[in-house]
């Protein structure tokens, strides 16, 4: 999960935060206008995002973690979501 804002009082969350927010401009600028993206384009940026290999998973995605801890293809529920 990519949490926005950063909890108070947790400087070591600081790093996570800007990085986080550093992928999330890619596919939203900084002169685009929130309020126009749609709930289809934050689904889409953010399946492209867990479907990134990560280092500190031992260059899995984060899809494939959860689905290894879980039982549960989050790429198969999101593109659920995505068809409504």
Do not use: H
């Amino acid at each position: 999960m990519i949490r926005i804002f950063r909890l108070p009082y947790s400087s070591w969350e600081r790093g996570q935060n800007e990085n986080a927010n550093g992928l999330l401009r890619q596919y939203f600028p900084k002169v685009m206008e929130l309020i126009d993206v749609t709930i289809k384009e934050v689904f889409i940026a953010v399946d492209k995002l867990n479907s990134r290999p990560k280092k500190c998973l031992n260059y899995k995605t984060p899809y494939e973690v959860f689905e290894e801890l879980t039982g549960i293809d989050m790429k198969n529920l999101l593109g659920y979501v995505l068809m409504t």
